[in-house]
């Protein structure tokens, strides 16, 4: 019954991996969403994907490479992994125009050792 | 560039008092505003969502308003309980993402 289900919940890893969070959706939205949550607990948008495209991209580094394989999933991977990556992600999706508003995952809580 | 701006940063209130939260933002071209509310170390649960031509909704104890020409919003909450300490957040949707302020902390007192 998740709407927007993240996984893994909690990653710890070394600087220097690459690792890969992934979204599911089951809500039929056509826009998928990944943000981050810093220390501070501030939510910034980092990508957006609307069926398979991407549409916004906030000058985030090149480390980080989203992948939407189909309208439902939207998978954040993370290459050569540093300390300041460490933060809370979110995935979320809406349908078109934002109608009847967001829906967020749980969150994954990413910590660089 | 879309700033949304939330306050107060933090509230501490005894348990059964009535409150506000403030939330304002720059660019009053939104097309909607939606409040949401994260307890520690969870996600992010919706309260409410209001359209840009609505004036306010309501679910329970929560009503949330919003004044676009002002670019303004309030959350408030009756009878507040101690089940209602998390962290509020306002978010308004404008050119294909959603904006976030910084939140208010509120803690209710038993």
């Known amino acids: 019954d998740t709407a927007v289900s993240q996984t893994p919940k909690y990653l710890v890893t070394q600087m220097g991996n690459d690792k890969s969070i992934k979204c599911e959706q089951n809500?039929?939205?056509?826009?998928m969403y990944w943000y981050k949550q810093d220390s501070k607990k501030f939510l910034k948008i980092m990508f957006s994907?609307?069926?398979?495209?991407?549409?916004i991209n906030e000058t985030v580094p090149n480390r980080f490479s989203p992948k939407s394989p189909d309208k439902a999933h939207l998978n954040l991977h993370i290459n050569s992994l540093e300390l300041g990556d460490s933060a809370v992600y979110f995935c979320?999706?809406?349908?078109?125009?934002?109608?009847?508003?967001?829906?967020f995952g749980s969150g994954t809580r990413l910590t660089v050792v | 560039k879309q700033e949304v701006t939330q306050i107060p940063a933090a509230l501490s209130v005894p348990e059964g008092e009535n409150l506000v939260l403030n939330c304002s933002f720059t660019?009053?071209?939104?097309?909607?505003l939606q409040w949401f509310r994260q307890d520690p170390g969870k996600g992010l649960t919706s309260l409410l969502l209001?359209?840009?031509?609505?004036r306010e909704q309501t679910s329970g104890r929560l009503n949330a308003s919003l004044d676009k020409s002002s670019g303004r919003s309030t959350l408030y909450i009756a009878a507040s309980q101690p089940g209602d300490s998390a962290t509020y957040l306002c978010?308004?949707?404008?050119?294909?993402?959603?904006?976030f302020g910084a939140g208010t902390i509120l803690r209710v007192k038993s």
């Open positions: 978010a308004v949707t404008g050119g294909n993402k959603l904006v």
């Open positions: 994907y609307n069926n398979k495209e991407l549409i």
């Open positions: 660019d009053s071209a939104i097309y909607n």
């Open positions: 979320a999706s809406s349908p078109p125009d934002s109608i009847y508003g967001y829906t």
């Open positions: 809500l039929g939205h056509d826009t």
């Open positions: 209001i359209q840009s031509s609505q």
